[in-house]
């Protein structure tokens, strides 16, 4: 059963677009500082990917976000950590 804390992470985290560059990981951290009265360890990894254009003979890197993991103190005390995985 999950904890109030954790509704709360995963109904913040569900309202994010992260497909968009409008997110910002400081905004993310101050915004749950407020509701979970701590700030959570915070960690993305990305997925990088490189396309190659022909015609050009360009190379293209496109970063995506693979997974997200957020670390914090549970109601009883403990460490509890959540892994979402984006895409």
């Known amino acids: 059963m999950a904890s109030m804390k954790e509704m709360a992470i995963r109904e913040y985290l569900s309202k994010i677009d992260f497909n968009r560059d409008d997110w910002k990981l400081s905004q993310i951290q101050k915004d749950m500082r407020m509701f979970l009265g701590e700030e959570p360890a915070i960690d993305i990894l990305y997925k990088k990917d490189v396309l190659i254009n022909e015609i050009l003979g360009e190379a293209q890197e496109i970063k995506k976000i693979d997974k997200i993991s957020i670390v914090f103190t549970d109601l009883d ?8 995985i984006i895409d």
């Not at 005390?77 to 979402?84: A, G, R, T």
């Open 77 to 84: 005390d403990k460490f509890n950590k959540l892994e979402f």
